[in-house]
């Protein structure tokens, strides 16, 4: 509740009544009429209205346990899993894009080749970006929509040691499955002049 709202629910006031009397509204009644301002607001949507939202929440939520399913597999390193949870939580045709700077930046169009190239990520031996020091730090969702906040050390190649970095992943779904993956860097000039002293070429 805003400090705003507050107010008007918790302080009392002076209020000119009706009639031919004053009075003074205090905190119980101020306090009980908005009790039932909301109640009477709850009440007015409709059954089918109830429906939707309940079935919103479902379907929001079997959003988020896709999610959850391919970041524990990527996490874990855990590659059947992980090609479970594309082949299954991603669209036939999704589009993942990713900052075309970096070295395996562009659009890689078709759950196929998503998934060869996410693979790479769990069965290589100088990553990258190693699957089990990604930390998820935040979600946000909203219909069909789901951002998510990583951070990881990310390792030029060529380069002895890492870069922290962290990246938004914007996440689209359609029917349930991922339908667009955007993957944007907080900082790609940073990885850029990581790649630039170990001498590696974009």
Known sequence: MSSKDHHIFHEPRNDVLSGEGRGRL?????????????????????????AQQHEQRTRMSRNRATLERYYSALQHKNADELRSAIEEGFAPDAVLRISDSLPYGGTHAGRQVIL????????????????EQIKIERMVEEGDSIVAKAVFPWLAPGAREPIPMSAFEWFTFRDGRVSEMVVSYWDTAACLAAMKAAGAKP
């Not at 205090?26 to 109830?50: E, H, K, N, Y």
């Not at 060869?116 to 990258?128: C, D, E």
């Open 26 to 50: 205090g905190r119980r009644d101020l306090s009980v009429a908005g009790m039932a301002f909301i109640t009477a607001s709850c009440m007015t949507l409709s059954p089918a209205g109830q």
């Open 116 to 131: 060869t190239m996410l693979m790479g990520f769990v069965t290589t031996t100088a990553p990258i970006i190693r699957p």
